[in-house]
């Protein structure tokens, strides 16, 4: 079992704040770190894949950096909207063939008006 | 795209059934994925198989069992259902490394 671990586990912020939460794993064995976003009602949606240390990602108002030698990535929204609302989950990826991602909780995000 | 789809999405048993919850998957993907999610708990795989009849435990196989026949589609079974059962069963797929695809979820009640 590899041990994924994310802070805080629930998050409450108003319209237009900025806020980022924080996904650590061990950084032996590593190959890629997934995160996903997951809205009540749907299925986990994959936002980011990063694999090279120092990665950074972007989709619209949401980003992501990687640190592998310290076994850490942070997920940042900037002007959190009431429709970023979610779980957002991330992953360690040993680059296993069989496929295998170790998860961690989550951090739920909620988004008021 | 690539599509999941689980048999129901909702589902109540009764104690001691035996429970059948079905995956399929269009993109011909090697890798398939039973987890359950908990509350504050995430998301805790079950079973996973990659390839045809070829399965693997995850970090919670008690109490559960799995079949894949066929590519595109992997079963998992409760053999008694029990309470503590009760959870959302999620199934992925994937292709051998990276990003898993998601179905939409069964929330299984047990009485």
């Given at each position: 079992i590899l041990n994924v671990?994310?802070?805080p586990q629930s998050l409450h912020v108003q319209e237009?704040?900025?806020?980022?939460?924080?996904?650590?794993?061990p950084s032996s064995n590593f190959y890629a770190l997934h995160w996903y976003r997951w809205e009540t009602a749907k299925s986990p949606e994959a936002l980011f894949v990063m694999t090279l240390n120092g990665d950074e990602k972007k989709?619209?108002?949401?980003?992501?950096?990687?640190?592998?030698?310290?076994?850490?990535?942070?997920?940042?929204?900037k002007g959190s909207q009431p429709e970023d609302s979610a779980t957002y989950l991330c992953a360690a990826d040993r680059g296993s063939t069989l496929g295998r991602l170790y998860?961690?909780?989550?951090?739920?995000?909620?988004?008021?008006? | 795209d690539v599509k999941v789809t689980q048999s129901s999405r909702y589902l109540v048993k009764r104690?001691?059934?035996?429970?059948?919850l079905e995956c399929v998957q269009d993109m011909d993907h090697e890798n398939m994925f039973w987890y359950r999610q908990d509350p504050g708990l995430g998301l805790r795989l079950i079973y996973f198989s990659y390839d045809v009849k070829m399965k693997?435990?995850?970090d919670i196989p008690e109490g559960y069992s799995v079949s894949r026949e066929k590519k595109e589609r992997f079963s998992l079974i409760l053999e008694s259902a029990s309470t503590n059962q009760t959870s959302m069963y999620l199934c992925a797929s994937s292709l051998t490394v990276n990003e898993q695809f998601f179905g939409p979820g069964t929330r299984l009640t047990v009485l």
């Open positions: 671990e994310q802070s237009g704040d900025s806020t980022n939460f924080t996904c650590s794993f989709k619209g108002r949401i980003s992501a950096t990687l640190n592998t030698k310290e076994g850490y990535s942070y997920l940042y929204i998860f961690g909780r989550g951090t739920q995000l909620t988004v008021w008006p | 104690t001691g059934e035996k429970v059948f693997e435990k995850g």
